[in-house]
């Protein structure tokens, strides 16, 4: 074979082959970087993140801002728990009375002689209404609790597929940045056959073309990289250096059981007891404002000193006193009835979310199925095959046995290929974290670290 002007040789088949067949068979294709790499102190630690669920959920706490807010709402919802554990408030009241404003019975009396002074202590006493207010503001409590974890699991879901996709397009990236040098290899290869005469100048035009397309795709995914590094940064409130996560890792994360038991997880799964939190504080609602119609009696006593002793008044003495507030017209009937219609709007609402929810688990489940057989049928048959054929058509035409449309259409078909399977290992794992999700297998996790 003829060498390419300069003096460099001809490529090889394992050159040809992009490098990556190996490792794209092994399931992962290395992104490791040298040890001179440095990365900043408040990184995220991708690889960690991506394969530890207790690890991710720790840092989505101390760094995303949505958590946090989510957080401040169940400290509301605690000192609202706390509120309804308090008694009403005594009431002091003060008074000052037989405050002459003319003429004295009998003349001549002084202020001193004539006044009285009085103060009341006074308490509302509930009667079979702090109950259902505390069983009600604990509820509430534990539904924001609830809240928090569903909030927590879907954010670590999302965090997870950005740092999966940013292992899949550097992944990606890697791999067309090999076809592309190679395809420039070669392209330099056919120049120096062309000026041998043997090669027609159509044959590399069609070469150039496919050179070309390549190096848009290399632009296209660094770009798509790039975004993807922006939006794991923004989502985890750090930067997203990932120069040590390999497209293997994404076989590890996400964990599924194989036969996960759905109706289990729905029982468990933070957003659907939420609801019936709220559902059961509205019932609980319902039944203090039925209460409404037994009345709290105020209970009051005073102590009044009287100067006008001279017309037979005693000096000092307490006083007694009962209110009883009578529900003629508001007996909290409306209101009760309003809670009562809450509770049964959220009841209806649970049962609907738990339909879609079972729904979205089989289709989930399916999906996975599927998409696992036949990632494990390219990569067991289909690859071997096309490896096969790529090297012989690379030997065919370097003997001048086959054209180069020929080697086009096969390290094309090859490449082709490779990200094929590339682009299933990432669905693998995209179906995996979803399911993760409706299983809420990450609020499981955070439920058994209490303090990830």
């Known amino acids: 074979m003829p060498k390419p002007a ?43 993140l991506l394969l530890e669920p207790a690890a991710l959920a720790a840092w989505l706490k101390d760094h995303n801002r949505d958590l946090q807010a989510a957080m401040a709402r169940v400290g509301q919802a605690e000192a609202d728990a706390a509120q309804s554990r308090l008694i009403p408030n005594p009431s002091l009241n003060a008074s000052l009375s037989d405050v002459t404003v003319s003429r004295t019975n009998p ?39 609830q809240s928090f974890l569903d909030t927590l699991g879907r954010k670590v879901a999302e965090a997870r597929a950005i740092l999966g996709r940013v292992a899949y397009l550097k992944a990606r990236q890697a791999i067309l940045e090999e076809s592309l040098e190679a395809a420039r290899q070669i392209q330099e290869l056919q120049r120096a056959r062309l000026e041998n005469g043997d090669l027609s100048g159509s ?7 496919d050179t070309m397309l390549l190096d848009a795709e290399v632009a296209r995914t660094r770009s798509e990289f790039e975004e993807t590094l922006s939006a794991c940064g923004a989502l985890l409130f750090a930067p997203c250096a990932a120069p040590e996560v390999e497209l293997g890792a994404l076989g590890e994360a996400a964990e599924v059981p194989e036969t996960p038991d759905v109706e289990e997880a729905l029982q468990s799964r933070p957003d659907l007891l939420a609801i019936d939190r709220d559902r059961d504080a509205a019932q609980q609602d319902s039944l203090l404002a039925r209460r409404r119609r037994v009345p709290d009696p ?47 709007e959220l009841a209806e609402t649970g ?57 086009l259409l096969a390290r094309r078909t090859h490449t082709d290929l490779l990200l094929k399977v590339m682009d299933l290992q990432f669905d693998v794992f995209s179906v995996r974290n979803e399911l993760r999700r409706a299983l809420g297998l990450d609020a499981d996790v955070v439920r058994a670290h209490p303090g990830a």
């Open 6 to 48: 300069g003096g460099r040789k001809a490529p090889s088949a394992a050159t040809i082959s992009i490098g990556a067949l190996s490792l794209a068979m092994s399931g992962g294709l290395s992104l490791a970087s040298d040890s001179t790499t440095s990365r900043p102190a408040d990184a995220a630690p991708v690889r960690t």
């Open 107 to 145: 003349p001549g009396l002084l202020y001193g002689d004539t006044s009285i002074y009085g103060t009341t202590l006074s308490e509302t006493v509930e009667i079979g209404k702090r109950g259902p207010r505390k069983r009600a503001a604990n509820l509430r409590l534990e539904s924001e609790r």
């Open 298 to 344: 105020n209970l009051s006593v005073g102590y009044v000193h009287d100067n006008l002793t001279i017309s037979g008044d005693q000096p000092n003495t307490l006083q007694f006193a009962v209110g009883l507030p009578l529900p003629l017209f508001d007996r909290g009937q409306h209101d009760a009835r309003k809670a009562q219609e809450h509770a049964r």
């Open 351 to 407: 049962l609907a979310d738990r339909a879609r929810a079972r729904g979205e688990i089989e289709a989930l489940i399916r999906r996975r199925r599927f998409v696992e057989a036949t990632l494990q049928a390219l990569q067991v048959e289909a690859l071997p095959k096309s490896k096969s054929v790529l090297d012989a058509t690379v030997s065919a035409v370097g003997q001048g046995e086959m054209s180069m449309t020929d080697l």
């Open 203 to 209: 044959d590399l035009d069609r070469l150039l073309v």
